[in-house]
């Protein structure tokens, strides 16, 4: 049974070792190509004074509601913080209105207030998404700050605003 015969090729067992063999080598170099050395590790750069500046498409998605509550505004100012007060407007050319969303890794309550911290505007319930100046814009005189103050748990904010005129 395991002579070669002209009509049949090779005996079954020969035909075996001849998948196995090539099976094996090919688990090898796979194996081989696995094992190759890591890249060298890159030095770590050296320590920035500088803050970061804020990656454009992190603020996308809020961006695109721009056209539904901002209509015929311009975007003004794209801000990040932890929870904490930040200056989010100033209005140092003339009077200026605006409309502020954001979104938050945790729910918050985000506040508007002037440079005397009376509130301006707040956005009502906690939520990890929301508006600022929902019934309409915001306004300041010419010289007026706008901040931004949040209540609830330290968590990322990002901050869109966009102004008139």
Do not use: H
Request: glycine letters at 8%; one cysteine or more; hydrophobic letters at 40%.
């Amino acid at each position: 049974m395991d002579r070669l015969d002209q009509n049949q090729g090779p005996p079954r067992r020969t035909r075996l070792v001849r998948e196995a063999a090539s099976f094996v080598l090919l688990a090898c170099a796979c194996g081989m190509a696995v094992k190759r050395a890591p890249p060298p590790e890159a030095p770590p750069s050296p320590p920035t004074t500088t803050a970061p500046t804020p990656d454009p498409n992190r603020f996308e998605s809020i961006e695109a509601r721009g056209s539904l509550v901002a209509q015929g505004m311009r975007l003004a100012v794209r801000r990040e913080s932890a929870g904490e007060k930040i200056e989010l407007l100033r209005a140092d050319a003339n009077d200026t209105c605006v409309r502020v969303a954001f979104e938050a890794g945790a729910p918050i309550v985000a506040r508007l207030t002037d440079k005397a911290d009376k509130m301006v505007a707040t956005s009502g319930p906690a939520a990890a998404e929301g508006l600022l100046g929902e019934n309409g814009p915001v306004c300041i005189r010419k010289g007026e700050v706008l901040n931004i103050t949040v209540d609830g748990p330290s968590a990322p904010v990002r901050w869109v605003a966009w102004a008139a005129p």
